[in-house]
């Protein structure tokens, strides 16, 4: 029996990571898609139905291209740097509170915070062992950015984590069935939704990626493989960010079509952001995550802890 469980714990987490790449895959052709209409073009339509093979198509020909390495880079960090980034973004998908054969994670929150932070180190680690201006300016700017971020991240979690004194996701569906937090939290998750664009490195946050300053950013020295293995850790994180905002603020995990529309919308909201708003000014992100969100959190961790007390 215990073989058995184990084979299919296996088998889960192939078909959740078939799952999550197919996922990213039709992500990038929405994007392409909804930036396309909101350019006033028609965005990818040339291969299959409607453009639906498209992403297949560019997989292949990112994989199949040739792999260059820079003379001077730092040769073992620059390669492994796209797979760790890769790994780490999917084993954040293990978080999923599912009801059966999956690991029930008592510590869930504490886990998700240790691997956003880690990922910080695979920006770096690419920006500085390309060897080259552009990337190491993107890498040290995505980690000034994300340090920034995670602090308030952390803190706004903390406030919904006091409310059901739990670091365990599946709670977040019992606690939700009469009212979702985003009506009690409204201001704390729309601070959410803003450092979530900051944490997956999107517009208007995507210093990291500058193309009007950086080139291309920390990725510059990247191209087929490599590239591709950042692109998909990038959009597996955004549809990992979409996922957990609606499992905390909107209503919890439950397997509904209902659950699924909600987390489609969080994932266009990604695109719309990008399709509407420039990108922020370097210093101005620095004050909006050191002297907005951060005392807005603290506020409100100690305003729901003083509530926690008061009703005890």
Sequence with gaps: MMNYDIYMIIIGFLILLIGVLIGVA??????RKVLGYIQIRKGPNKVGMMGILQPFSDAIKLFTKEQTYPNFSNYLSYYFSPVIS????????????????????NLGILFFLCCTSMGVYTVMIAGWSSNSNYALLGGLRAVAQTISYEVSLALILMSSILLIMDFNLI????YQKFIWF?????????????????????????????????VSGFNIEYSSGGFALIFLAEYSSILFMS???VLIYMGGFNLSLMFYLKLSFISFLFIWVRGTLPRYRYDKLMYLAWKSYLPISLNFLLFFLGLKIFLI
Excluded: K
């Excluded at 709670?171 to 019992?174: D, V």
């Excluded at 985003?182 to 995507?206: G, H, K, Q, V, Y």
């Design 182 to 214: 985003i009506f009690m939290m409204m201001p704390l998750s729309l601070c959410w939704i803003s450092t979530m664009l900051a944490e997956t490195n999107r517009t208007p946050f995507d210093f990291a990626e500058g193309e009007s300053e950086l």
């Design 26 to 31: 039709f992500l990038t052709l929405l994007e």
């Design 171 to 174: 709670n977040f569906y019992y």
């Design 243 to 245: 996922l957990f905002f």
């Design 86 to 105: 890769f790994i780490l973004s999917l084993m954040v998908w293990l978080l999923i509170p599912y009801y059966y054969n999956f690991i029930s994670f």
